[in-house]
């Protein structure tokens, strides 16, 4: 009886806080939209911001967001996977392998404020970008470093040891058995941490604000500073320039996010009912 007493207390914590998580992001949202999207239109979507973001719309930062996050992504993919593919399919537990791993674990807790004081010090000032897409590029690469390692690891670590001893009876090498077996199999999921991590590219500010700076103009090269909509949201409200402007860009952005968010959720299903199948 004392059992079962403690199990329904567990569950009802457990719901309770589950559900309190949902309510306390459910206001968020709803509060956000709706002081916010009465003033998205098409103008506002299309438009060059004017004044210092007082009138007009969030085209250049629309513009600035998509290139610095695929800036990072670009700049990341092939590290991150790289890494995943070598940790999983190279080597063996060994204290190398320990060390690596808890550093990428460290890495994903470093405050991104770090991160962005490191991208000025060492990409903006030492290595003379200035502030630029490079910069805030480079910079956001190593946040979402961690996250695609970690998920790319996982999505391979998924795929049937079958598989592996299949392609290699087939003669197959194990580069030959990594690119044709685990990487198309384990697509899903890679996949699905690239889009959590450009995410969270797009929704970053303290680590863009030093590095890509905050310049309005539409960016017309990798070395041209820009400012995404994470930014503009934050100067918009602190400065108090407009906050009717900066609830419509924060409008934009939680809605980006959250479209982002259901397609990565989507493919992780998706990954998921794949594997259970099979």
Known sequence: MKRQHSQLVAFAGLWFAASLTIVILAIIIMYILAQGLPYVNLEFLTGRPLEQGREGGIFPTILGTLALGAVSLVLAVPLGVGAAVFLTEYTRPSPLTTIMRFGTDSLAGVPSIIFGLFGFIFFVTRLHMSWSLLAGGLTLALMVLPT???????????????????????GASRWQMVRTVVLPNALPGIITGIILSFGRAVGETAAVIFTAGTALNIPTSILSPTRTMAVHFYILAVEGISLQKAYATGAVLIISILAINVLANALITRSVSRAVRR
């Not at 695609?148 to 087939?170: D, F, N, W």
């Open 148 to 170: 695609i390692i970690r998920t790319t690891e996982e999505a391979i670590r998924a795929v049937p040891v079958a598989y592996r001893e299949v392609s290699y009876g087939l």
